[in-house]
Nanobody, 114 residues
């Protein structure tokens, strides 16, 4: 199983970007799908979660600006990011937690200019 993240890029502050993360192969026993990010010189931090029953949670820093969603048929998780701030600049990673192990995407860079 591989996770392929895409959609990163350069955007001005106040702009929007949408990320996607598609899983190849069969994944069973999914517990949660998450996005994390890692800014330059900082530790990786949690961004958002969606679990199989549809419940969603966000880090306080992105609440009201980011939206996580998923398409079960396409085995894809999305992150819509609005009203971006320079502090959102980071490499964004998708994660799928299953009852067996965690899967990580390769990361996609988001750069927000002021």
């Amino acid at each position: 199983v591989q996770l392929q993240a895409s959609g990163g890029g350069l955007v001005q502050a106040g702009g929007s970007l949408g990320l996607s993360c598609a899983a190849s192969g069969s994944i069973i026993g999914i517990k949660a799908m998450r996005w994390y990010r890692q800014a330059p010189g900082k530790e990786r931090e949690y961004v958002a979660t969606i679990i199989p029953n549809g419940s969603i949670s966000y880090a306080d820093s992105v609440k009201g600006r980011f939206t996580i969603s998923r398409d079960r048929a396409k085995k894809t998780v999305y992150l819509q990011m609005n009203n971006l701030e320079p502090e959102d600049t980071a490499v964004y990673y998708c994660n799928i937690e299953t009852v067996y192990r965690n899967f990580w995407g390769q990361g996609t860079l988001v750069t927000v200019s002021s």
